[in-house]
């Protein structure tokens, strides 16, 4: 698993040994960055279940200004910390080690915001005839997540195929990128001002 572009191109990232950690694969975080394009620069990134942080680092080497991993895992945190030293990002990454639903209440109420939004959470099983309870659909209908994304911003949601998600205001899908049993939904606001990406 490696950085897939910009300053820190093709720097191998450490993984967590075993199965609590599901990196996104490098081909699908080059195909979401290939269509991120110039977005990136200059943004401010939140990443949830960050995992390795493999997605918030590719954003800093490809010119975001800051990011901000949510992993509630202690050794994954580290790996996040140890990964973001060794590519020479880790003045402007912060690693905050918490359940990201509590923590994302948190920062709505301190009033942050982001220009990216990044997850691509623990997948959820098929739901045929049933509405979706996995963490991707948690997400979703979180009142809180909406309040973090900037004016313009986009937020970007990994989730397994054979998982149906509902989407409901104030999203609104601009794209969706499918590789293998992954989808990656790029999401606006409504109302957002209209992107040409």
């Known amino acids: ?9 093709r720097r191998i990232l450490k993984v967590p040994k075993g199965f609590d950690v ?8 080059q195909a979401v960055f290939n269509s991120l394009g110039a977005r990136v620069v200059g943004a401010r990134v939140l990443e949830l279940f960050a995992g390795t942080g493999a997605l918030s680092l590719d954003c ?15 050794r994954h945190a580290e790996f996040i910390r140890a990964n973001a030293r060794s590519a020479n990002f880790d003045a402007a990454l912060e690693v905050r080690i918490q359940d990201v639903f509590p923590a994302v209440h948190q920062l709505a109420e301190g009033g942050r915001q982001f220009d990216l939004i990044l997850a691509d959470p623990p997948y ?5 005839g049933h509405r979706s309870t996995s963490v991707a659909q948690q997400l979703l209908d979180d009142a809180n997540l909406p309040k973090l994304l900037a004016p313009g911003g986009r937020f970007i949601l990994g989730h397994a195929r054979r998982d149906t998600l509902s989407l409901a205001r104030p999203w609104h899908e601009v794209k969706a990128l499918k590789h293998g049993d992954s989808v990656m939904r790029f999401l606006e606001l409504e109302g957002s001002v209209p992107s040409l990406s």
């Open 60 to 74: 800093l080497s490809r010119g975001a200004v800051s990011a901000l991993c949510l992993e509630k895992s202690h």
């Open 22 to 29: 599901r990196p996104t694969p490098d081909l699908v975080k």
């Open 124 to 128: 959820g099983e098929k739901n045929v």
């Open 1 to 9: 698993m490696r950085i897939t572009g910009g300053n820190a191109a």
